[in-house]
């Protein structure tokens, strides 16, 4: 790991390029909707082309991918649910919302490694509980008693965080394996599990809609998927995992100003406040592996 600041400036300016990457994520999936990719379909290509890139790669590590044995099928497995179900609750429901409501993450983290891991909760980890559910609260609001999701993307953001925590704690069972072969795998799985969401959630688009929406759907796959995801495990493997937490919260920061001034969506002190609630947590998660270093 490097140690002086001019050695970590890249490494950070790719894991926070990254955040960037997925904190606009949104826009080009909804493009591919407004052209005939709706849903499941829009994940289906984009995954497709990401992990058909990435095939020669894996032929040639092939003998790794092998002895990552179960723990790798199901990292990549529990990721690719990830990445089809945080697709379409951006489709369906509102993006700041969704994007809050999804980096409750390290609440569901700390509480895995508690009972998967058997890893001792210190007072640092509870105050992350506390403040990134009390964030959760102010944004879904007590109007009908208990704040509970309101809409299916409510309960996509917030299932696809549980879920994402779930795989970074299988994950860390096997350090050894590789991010890259963690990430086709993960691609591979999800442009499989969006073919059911694709068929449930609406017909094949047409012959004509394909020839015209697939070059869309090549390059967002080619260009932003690929670099989005290469640049936070390059990254990552440079710098501290507290630094490299804090980096990707300008992910929130992203989404949350780019739906304000692109949309609709309502954004008043709620969304405010719960953000900065959520964003506090993370900060507060992330902190103690900063004081360790």
């Not at 080009?28 to 095939?55: Q, T």
């Not at 094949?204 to 070059?215: D, H, K, N, T």
């Amino acid at each position: 790991m490097t140690t002086r600041g001019g050695e970590t400036a890249l490494p950070a300016l790719a894991v926070a390029g990254s955040a960037l990457f997925w904190g606009l994520w949104w826009l080009p999936l909804r493009a591919l909707a407004e052209r005939g990719l709706p849903g499941g379909w829009a994940s289906l290509a984009v995954y497709a082309v990401a992990a058909a890139v990435l095939v020669p790669v894996a032929w040639t590590r092939r003998a790794r991918l092998r002895a990552g044995g179960w723990n790798l099928f199901w990292t990549g497995f529990l990721f690719g649910v990830v990445l089809v179900l945080w697709n379409h609750a951006v489709l369906v429901g509102e993006v700041v919302r969704v994007v809050l409501l999804f980096y409750l993450a390290p609440v569901w983290a700390t509480l895995f490694a508690l009972i998967l891991l058997d890893q001792r909760i210190g007072p640092a980890r509870v105050l992350a509980i506390v403040l990134g559910l009390s964030g959760a609260a102010v944004v879904l609001g007590f109007e009908a008693g208990l704040p509970l999701p309101g809409s299916l993307g409510d309960w996509l953001g917030l299932l696809s965080g549980i879920i994402f925590a779930l795989s970074v704690t299988v994950a860390r069972k096997a350090p050894e394996i590789a991010g890259l072969d963690r990430t086709f795998v993960s691609f591979a799985c999800a442009a499989l599990i969006a073919v059911p969401l694709a068929l449930a959630t609406g017909p094949a688009p047409s012959g004509a809609e394909m020839v015209r929406v697939l070059p869309l759907a090549a390059a967002v796959g080619l260009f932003f998927i690929v670099p989005a995801t290469w640049l936070v495990l390059w990254g990552a493997a440079h710098l501290d995992p507290g630094r490299v937490s804090i980096l990707l919260l300008l992910e929130v920061v992203v989404a949350s100003a780019s739906a304000a001034l692109l949309t609709d969506e309502p954004f008043g002190w709620r969304e405010a406040a719960g953000c900065v609630l959520i964003l506090s947590a993370g900060l507060v998660e992330a902190s103690p592996g900063l004081r360790r270093r």
